[in-house]
């Protein structure tokens, strides 16, 4: 039985992570993988945030992806995700998860990228593959599209790195992928 | 102002089953850090509280078709959320629960916060025949119970919501547990449904 993958998605709580997060749940359920929330109680400024509060936070986070996300057909509970607080820097502990660690792909939204420009290349050295998340603006339409599509847009927008060949044979199984790319050659 | 706000949790739930995914993020965001909290007052430690929360909530939100209205949603997520808690216990015995204030545990089982697995089945049981008890109470005295412990309220909320001084809310609170202790030396000793049977006459005035 092939092992599951795993997904990673680092953020720092004192940002607005919700839409990349809702994203990378997302992705995790239609890759059937896992997906590591990794974070850590010290933010770039070097203040502390108490653990409780970004497990209150986390929660919150699902209840974006609830409301902007949420397939009907699917279950909550075939949704696998595992928070993973560090106390030191974040891109220290990061790195050393990855050299450690079998992660398949790491999702990085913008704010992150941000925060944390210098240690990129170490990451990309470190980890199996890469999604860059595309920029704030390309989520502002997440109400008026169907859920499907705005997903699909996302993906479309973001820069990806050494994906697995398996990656594209796991979205081309997402049958709701046939609609979205449908409606390009119906524009034709 | 948001609609969603003054929209009361039963109609939260038709809109759920219409597929309203509005509805669904808003009652969420109602629950999601009681149920953060009931988890934690069981386990005392963070992380294993948000496993707990994020299986108790996503069990209870796969199934709210199955919600009938009987009781209010809030304490049928809090049963699936006890419930859930306890057979964690059950399952694993590596979670540290911790009982609610006033337990019966003797000095020896206090100092011991590890039990062993057969304790901790032992024990899941005894939660299992309080938690009867507290549901066969008197509705006046089961909601401040449901009120202190399982939603968390301080003594000043109550005081207020019952219009009450804050030594009466301790009082009713200290009356009701120690009926309790006695419910439960009852049930052990007669056996929990001949104690439920006779219910009114233990809890009559």
Known sequence: MPLKKTLLYPFYVNSPYFEGYAWAVELALRMKAKLQLFTSTTIPSGATIP???????????????????????????????????????????????LRKNRVDIVIIDPLFLSAQIKE???????????????????????????LTDHFYDVLQRSELYKLPENFFVTMGNDLTVFNYLRKFFQKR | MNILLITSDE?????????????????????YKKVFNKCYSFTKKQEEAFDLAQEALMKA??????????????????????????????KNSRFQF????????????????????????????????????????PERERDLLNLKYLQGESIENLQTQLNISGSAVKMRLKRTREKLNMLYALSITYGLDQVLGQIDLFTAG
């Not at chain 2, 057969?118 to 025949?129: F, G, H, K, V, Y």
């Open chain 2, 98 to 137: 911790h009982r609610l204030e006033e337990n019966i545990l003797s000095d020896d089982e206090k100092n011991d916060p590890t039990p062993a697995a057969e304790e901790t089945s032992e024990r899941a049981e005894q939660e299992l025949i309080m938690y009867s008890l507290i549901k066969a109470l």
């Open chain 2, 11 to 31: 109609e939260l739930i038709a809109a759920i089953r219409r597929d309203d995914r509005k509805a669904l993020g808003e009652l969420y965001n109602r629950y």
């Open chain 1, 51 to 97: 653990a409780d509060s970004i497990y209150h936070s986390l929660l919150e986070a699902h209840g974006y992806y609830l409301e902007h996300y949420k397939n009907p057909d699917i279950k909550l509970s075939d949704i696998s995700r595992k928070p993973n607080i560090t106390n030191g820097l974040l891109k220290d502990e990061l790195i050393s998860y």
């Open chain 1, 120 to 146: 990129i290349p170490e990451i990309e050295k470190q980890a199996k593959g890469l999604i860059f998340l595309p920029e704030r603006k390309s989520f502002e339409n997440i109400s008026a599209q169907p």
């Open chain 2, 61 to 90: 939100f796969d199934n709210i078709h199955s919600f009938k209205g009987e009781s209010s949603f809030s304490t049928w997520l809090y049963t699936i959320t006890h419930r859930h808690c306890l057979a964690a216990l059950k």
